[in-house]
Nanobody, 122 residues
Framework: QVQLEESGGGLVQAGGSLRLSCVASGTFCSIDAMGWYRRAPGKQREWVATFTSAGSTNYADSVVRSRFTISRDNAENAVYLQMNSLNPEDTSDYYC???????????????WGQGTRVTVST
């Protein structure tokens, strides 16, 4: 099974930046995709961005794409989310997600990190 360790959350003023990190460890054959989701207080969890093993990136919408950048280090089994021009609406718990396989050509599994909190103050 894979474990995900997130870091990089914290308190930042509006207009500031943060870089979230997520490192996967454990027993797995491959990680097909890693991504970020977030859940704001009182709201449903929403997808933010994904980076696939093939090298493609996808973002939830153009607003996210304009301020956030997802990157991945396949050698380190890590994914990062650079967040710029943060505003209070970005305040959320951010969760790392991994789609992985235990065996080559085997089924995919999904695992979630515990989350890292981002708070943007005015």
């Amino acid at each position: 099974q894979v474990q995900l360790e997130e870091s990089g959350g914290g308190l930042v003023q509006a207009g500031g930046s943060l870089r979230l990190s997520c490192v996967a460890s454990g027993t797995f054959c491959s990680i097909d995709a890693m991504g970020w989701y977030r859940r704001a207080p009182g709201k449903q969890r929403e997808w933010v961005a994904t980076f696939t093993s093939a090298g493609s990136t996808n973002y939830a919408d153009s607003v996210v794409r304009s301020r956030f950048t997802i990157s991945r280090d396949n050698a380190e089994n890590a994914v990062y989310l650079q967040m710029n021009s943060l505003n209070p609406e970005d305040t959320s718990d951010y969760y790392c997600n991994a789609i992985y396989r235990r065996l080559s050509y085997g089924p995919q599994y999904q695992y979630w990190g515990q989350g890292t909190r981002v708070t943007v103050s005015t």
